[in-house]
């Protein structure tokens, strides 16, 4: 069975400082995926960034960067320069392989507020 | 483009009342599903579908049906609602290629 951990509840950090959200994932599929979701206030999903488990490199976008690290089978995000409205719920999400759709496997989120 | 719409966005039921939960994509995307969020947890899937006239259980599917009679559309049925089905309903569809997922941008759901 799959499973997503999301080890920090709440996190809080200083605008325009760095933040490192946390993921581990337990899966023993050859061949997934792993996304980042943020949910502000208003509620709506809204993708930030995406990792293959075969992509060689960290996948970036923007102020977001996915620090995956297959071995110990981690996939944190890492937010740089907050901002305030970066203040959502975040969610670490699996997808197993490529025939699975629109199915994904959720943690249970981390509230991150960022401080003035 | 519209990309994933879901009606209502609201709606109180009474215990054993039953409605429908529309979702619609206009990508044409092949995969769509639907997912529960209750409060202070992750989504969990309820019901998803590959194509028309092809659907499947997730991980939390009693108390709810689904039919996918067009690509476009994959209406979530609650047959007789309970206090447990309150909730957030997020609907989601993907192409066959690529990863992306869409959102609709969720129902909430009070059964009193």
């Known amino acids: 069975a799959q499973k997503i951990t999301q080890t920090q509840p709440g996190m809080f950090v200083q605008e325009k400082e760095a933040v490192t959200l946390d993921c581990t994932y337990d899966?023993?599929?050859?061949?997934?995926?792993l996304f980042w979701y943020k949910q502000p206030s208003s509620g709506e999903m809204i993708f930030l960034i995406y990792?293959?488990?075969?992509?060689?490199q960290n996948a970036t976008e923007g102020r977001y960067s996915l620090n995956f690290q297959k071995a110990r089978k981690s996939a944190n995000l890492v937010i740089s320069a907050s901002q305030l409205g970066d203040s959502a719920m975040y969610f670490c999400?699996?997808?197993?392989?490529?025939?699975?759709?629109?199915?994904?496997?959720f943690g249970e989120g981390t509230q991150l507020t960022v401080n003035p | 483009n519209a990309g994933v719409t879901q009606t209502p966005k609201f709606q109180v039921l009474k215990t054993g009342q039953s409605m429908t939960l529309q979702c619609a994509q206009d990508?044409?995307?092949?995969?769509m599903s639907w997912y529960r969020q209750d409060p202070g947890m992750g989504l969990r899937l309820i019901h998803y579908?590959?194509?028309?006239?092809?659907?499947d259980q997730g991980e939390v599917p009693n108390g709810y049906n689904v039919s996918r009679s067009t690509t476009e559309d994959f209406p979530l049925r609650l047959l007789s609602a309970a206090p447990s089905q309150t909730s957030v309903y997020f609907c989601?569809?993907?192409?066959?290629?690529?990863?992306?997922?869409?959102f609709g941008e969720g129902s909430w759901l009070t059964v009193v």
């Open positions: 989601a569809s993907r192409l066959l290629v690529g990863h992306t997922i869409y």
């Open positions: 899966t023993s599929d050859p061949s997934y995926g």
């Open positions: 990792q293959g488990s075969y992509d060689q």
């Open positions: 999400a699996m997808r197993r392989g490529e025939t699975s759709g629109s199915r994904l496997t």
């Open positions: 990508m044409n995307h092949e995969y």
């Open positions: 579908s590959v194509g028309a006239g092809i659907t």
